[in-house]
């Protein structure tokens, strides 16, 4: 799987748009691009995952690069309860390889300011 | 609604003393797993469940097993926990429906303590 490359932290003023990065320069055409948040003390939430295109859903969207080597999550407006670490992860599908774990690195831990 | 629990929330055992750790789910999910946690760090995969079929990291120790005797239950054995074992042990689960996205859904994590 991809190595990734994440800030190790941001802050961000409550009610304003958080944009976190990802860097992911040797990423494969079949490997995709997940974001997990993992709140203090509590496991690991998805909150979104794409290949190529750009992903929206009710907790944040994506935003990927044409040439996929980066993305950017976006919470559109944080709150303090959005106070995190937040993994990018890039994997391929279980599909081709049978491999399904997930494999963590050391995230951005994002501070969501009152 | 549908969810990832697992019992208990904090345990201490002794040092060399056998430790089970359980998880079960609601969201009949296919593929079950187990990652730890230690301090400051990311979780790392132990093993998974795909189905029955029991897949164990490389780098797992020995020391480590686990059980699934139905969908809904895994179980993380410590035969003897070492003062290295103290960690949030998280349990997941995803379902491998063939769509290839498998997100996994994790549950709140069992903090275990070895005096």
């Known amino acids: 799987d991809a190595k990734t490359t994440q800030p190790t932290s941001m802050d961000c003023a409550e009610g304003r748009a958080a944009n976190l990065p990802c860097n992911h320069s040797?990423?494969?055409?079949?490997?995709?691009v997940y974001w997990y948040r993992q709140i203090h003390s509590q496991g690991p939430q998805y909150i979104i995952h794409?290949?190529?295109n750009n992903e929206t859903n009710e907790m944040a969207s994506l935003i990927i690069t044409e040439d996929r080597k980066s993305s950017t999550l976006i919470l559109p407006h944080a709150t303090l309860r959005d106070t995190a670490v937040y993994y990018c992860?890039?994997?391929?599908?279980?599909?081709?390889?049978?491999?399904?774990?997930?494999?963590f690195g050391s995230g951005t831990r994002l501070q969501v300011q009152p | 609604d549908a969810m990832v629990i697992q019992n208990p929330r904090y345990q201490v055992t002794q040092f060399g003393k056998p430790v089970t750790l359980s998880c079960s789910q609601t969201?009949?999910?296919?593929?079950m797993y187990w990652y730890q946690q230690k301090s400051s760090q990311a979780p790392k995969l132990l093993f998974h469940?795909?189905?029955?079929?029991?897949?164990n990291e490389a780098d797992t120790p020995d020391n480590f097993q686990s059980r699934r005797p139905n969908t809904s239950f895994c179980f993380l054995d410590i035969r003897s926990p070492g003062l290295g074992d103290a960690a949030m042990y998280l349990c997941?689960?995803?379902?491998?429906?063939?769509?290839?996205?498998?997100?996994?859904?994790f549950g709140p994590g069992t903090r275990l303590t070895v005096t």
């Open positions: 469940y795909y189905d029955k079929d029991f897949n």
């Open positions: 997941a689960t995803s379902r491998d429906s063939g769509q290839g996205s498998g997100e996994q859904y």
């Open positions: 040797t990423i494969s055409g079949n490997e995709y």
């Open positions: 969201l009949n999910h296919n593929v």
């Open positions: 794409g290949l190529k």
């Open positions: 992860i890039v994997r391929v599908s279980p599909l081709s390889t049978g491999r399904r774990a997930l494999t």
